[in-house]
């Protein structure tokens, strides 16, 4: 149960920031994230591609191929839910899924994903990303740790 919390957590939070970034206007951005001492700026992106805007000109394969791994993602977690053990495992999929479902839905309802934030270090300055891609990465990178590392 705490796993399907986990990706109802990520998604409501990624989308109620997406929601109250929309609302504000254009000319608002980019500003600072309050208490971030600049490191973090806040911008309103509307992505109808994937990462870069690769892609945006074949809009039905940046729905299918999300949709795909989601719904894949999905079918593993219920699978393993039964069982016990495999926490680490569990709790990467939960945070790819709620992450992944979170711009899903973006992309099926709005047309574009929002992305509003970007971390002003290095290379990092040029990405803006959204709550949902740190939730998807850092899930992804849980598991491919886990199975590199950790494994028995």
């Known amino acids: 149960m705490i796993f399907l919390f986990l990706?109802?957590?990520?998604?409501?939070?990624?989308?109620?920031?997406?929601?109250?970034?929309?609302?504000?206007?254009?000319?608002?951005?980019p500003?600072?994230?309050?208490g971030s001492r600049g490191w973090i700026l806040l911008y309103r992106n509307h992505n109808e591609g994937f990462p870069?805007?690769?892609?945006k000109e074949k809009q039905e394969l940046v729905k299918m191929i999300p949709l795909a791994v989601v719904s894949a993602a999905t079918g593993i977690l219920c699978w393993m839910l039964p069982r016990k053990g495999q926490i680490v495992e569990k709790i990467g999929l939960s945070m790819v899924i709620g992450g992944g479902l979170s711009n899903l839905y973006d992309r099926l309802f709005r047309g574009?994903?929002?992305?509003?934030?970007?971390?002003?270090w290095k290379k990092l300055k040029d990405v803006v990303f959204n709550l949902g891609d740190i939730f998807?990465?850092?899930?992804?990178?849980?598991?491919?740790?886990?199975?590199?590392?950790c494994k028995k």
């Open 7 to 29: 990706i109802a957590a990520v998604v409501l939070l990624d989308l109620g920031l997406k929601d109250t970034i929309d609302e504000m206007d254009q000319e608002q951005f």
């Open 31 to 34: 500003k600072e994230l309050e």
């Open 52 to 55: 870069f805007g690769a892609l």
């Open 112 to 120: 574009y994903v929002v992305d509003y934030f970007s971390i002003q």
């Open 136 to 149: 998807v990465f850092a899930g992804s990178l849980i598991l491919l740790l886990w199975e590199l590392f």
